[in-house]
């Protein structure tokens, strides 16, 4: 694509209003680019939540899947991990719930985090929840982020719309949660 059409379909890339401390850091251990392979391993993970076990459907509904697009147009996603130095020097990471609060010794990795370089642009950016009662394909997409979503720049529906047409382009439906810009 080029970058008229990635403007016009995602939006100007933009600069983070601000970057936690972690975020330039360190990146989170989940991190993959959207490519073929990595589409089917996500398909095939995302079916372990309506056939899996008990204990994947959990997961499923606690964990949150960061996701943005860069400004070449390459989209990353991740779980939103958060991390911590041991005594040794080492970073621990852990996966963010959901639904608990994160303890004071762990930074969280936000959207920054998904990207390489500087400055650390990006067109749009979210979650993808699995939500069984939203939609029909239970696996939902936002454009859920402080420094990439509805807030960051004025974002029309069309914008998050047209990236869940790439993920489907690799396979994976998703369905559209689209959150308005703060007036």
């Known amino acids: 694509m080029t970058l008229l059409t990635l403007d016009t ?17 360190a990146k989170p251990r989940s991190l993959h680019k959207l490519d073929g392979h990595s589409a089917s391993l996500l398909r095939e993970y995302f079916q372990t939540a309506k056939r899996g076990l008990g204990v994947t459907k959990l997961n499923h509904l606690c ?3 960061l996701w943005l697009m860069d400004e070449s147009g390459t989209i990353w996603f991740a779980l939103e991990e958060a991390y911590s130095a041991d005594h040794s020097g080492s970073h621990i990471h ?21 990207l390489s370089g500087d400055p650390k642009k990006a067109r749009i950016g979210g979650e993808i929840v699995y939500d069984p009662d939203f939609g029909e394909h239970e696996w939902v997409i936002s454009n859920k982020s402080g420094r990439f979503g509805p807030n960051s720049k004025k974002q029309p529906r069309e914008h998050l719309e047209k990236a869940a047409e790439v993920w489907k382009q690799f396979g994976i439906d998703l369905d559209v949660h689209y959150l308005k810009p703060a007036d």
């Open 63 to 65: 964990l949150i899947i």
């Open 9 to 25: 379909d995602f939006g100007l890339a933009v600069e983070p209003r601000y970057i936690h401390p972690g975020e330039t850091v």
């Open 94 to 114: 852990h996966p963010v719930s959901r639904v608990w609060s994160l303890p004071s010794k762990y930074l969280k990795l936000g959207h920054p985090a998904l």
